[in-house]
């Protein structure tokens, strides 16, 4: 499988420090490796404030892009959260190139999807990202308003069928999200259920707490002798796991 191309973004104050800068863009880069990706540039802009429209300095942005194009990049990715408006504004340049564009939480929650296993992990990573697509869902149909209201002669009908378009996507992001939520009541509910049958049959229940990559499910296997996955790797494993310690 070929693995997509990738220029990691960082902005950074100038007061920063260059064994600073490298640990989070070396973070960044573990992040990527994880999602199965590699970096073909590292760019770093020191900036006191992030730009407002494009969280990227304009300059920074065509400098960027003229690389992308160059090294035929797929991905774009920003390491922090970006404002709907920012994140919206860097699709409009790279999209058009069939460049993506993600910010860090992008990045992670497109990870957490590729590992996760159970029924209640993947639909808490779908909500996630559906709570995260949709302050940027409100931004589009504001940004569409704007653009068809600018016109003269039928720019009304333009800009009703653009708010009708994202109408329809924000009901159905708000019904999907109801639904995975009483879907996780239902696996919250029987999980409840579990514990309690634990209790009765007298099991003491000892939890297994760490950072990402700390070595619990390792931990679990040796105590347990339960087959669970064991990987050097960031986020390798996202599900709880219970298992039998005599």
């Given amino acids: 499988m070929i693995k997509p191309k990738v220029i990691l973004v960082d902005i950074i104050p100038p007061q920063t420090t260059p064994e600073e800068s490298l640990a989070r863009l070396n973070e960044l880069e573990n992040l990527l490796v994880t999602f199965g990706g590699f970096v073909i540039i590292r760019k ?127 009901r159905h992001i708000a019904r999907r999200e109801q639904k995975i939520s009483l879907d996780l009541k239902k696996i919250e509910k029987n999980q409840e259920s579990q514990r309690k049958s634990r209790k009765n049959h007298g099991f003491k229940t000892v939890a297994i707490v760490g950072y990402t990559n700390a070595g619990k499910s390792c931990l679990l296997k040796a105590l347990t002798k339960k087959e669970v996955k064991v990987k050097d790797e960031l986020f390798a494993t996202l599900d709880s796991r219970i298992g039998k310690l005599y």
């Avoid at 920012?86 to 992008?106: A, C, G, P, S």
């Avoid at 589009?140 to 600018?150: C, F, V, W």
């Fill in 44 to 170: 770093i802009q020191k900036r006191q404030m992030p730009d407002y429209a494009t969280y990227i300095g304009k300059g920074k942005v065509d400098e960027i892009l003229a690389e992308a194009l160059d090294k035929k990049a797929d991905y774009i990715i920003v390491n922090n959260i970006l404002r709907p408006q920012q994140i919206y504004n860097l699709e409009t340049r790279f999209e058009k190139h069939k460049i993506q564009v993600w910010d860090r939480i992008d990045l992670i929650l497109k990870i957490f999807a590729k590992h996760a296993t159970t029924k209640e992990a993947k639909l808490q990573i779908e909500l996630a990202s559906l709570r995260h697509l949709g302050p940027r869902i409100s931004k589009m149909g504001l940004e569409l308003t704007r653009q068809a209201g600018g016109g003269v002669g039928g720019g009304g009908a333009r800009r009703g069928k653009g708010e009708t378009n994202i109408e329809i996507m924000k």
